[in-house]
């Protein structure tokens, strides 16, 4: 199993081939998503230190481009967790002051994955 390690909240192990955004909820981290995990919002971004996937949706990629955040941050809502990952979540539910963190994002990757190669 995969391990997350996650900056101010610990060290998790986690099921391969799941959600980022869905793990570290789940974890007890209270991470933002806004849009329900369709990669609209980027309420859910993270900072990858170490392990950061070699691929990215396009969706992804689109939306962190036009935010000026591309190379910078990446969506949990766009990560599927495949191997250890060291990272911080830069937008919390009590950081932010959120009532609630938004809808669920479903189990899978949404929209559906055009993966391209990260550059």
Not at 61 to 80: H, S, Y
């Amino acid at each position: 199993m995969p391990k997350i390690t996650v900056s101010g909240y610990g060290i998790f192990e986690i099921e391969e081939g799941q959600r980022l955004v869905n793990a570290l909820e789940a974890s007890g981290v209270d991470i933002g998503h806004r849009c329900g995990g369709y990669a609209r919002c980027t309420t859910c971004r993270v900072e990858i230190t170490e392990g950061e996937p070699e691929v990215i949706s396009r969706a992804e990629q689109e939306k962190l481009a036009d935010r000026d955040l591309l190379g910078e941050v990446r969506l949990a809502c766009q990560i599927l967790v495949e191997h250890d990952m060291t990272l911080r979540p830069l937008m919390t539910v009590s950081e932010m002051g959120w009532s609630d963190p938004g809808p669920d994002p479903e189990e899978t990757v949404t929209p559906i994955p055009d993966w391209v190669e990260r550059s």
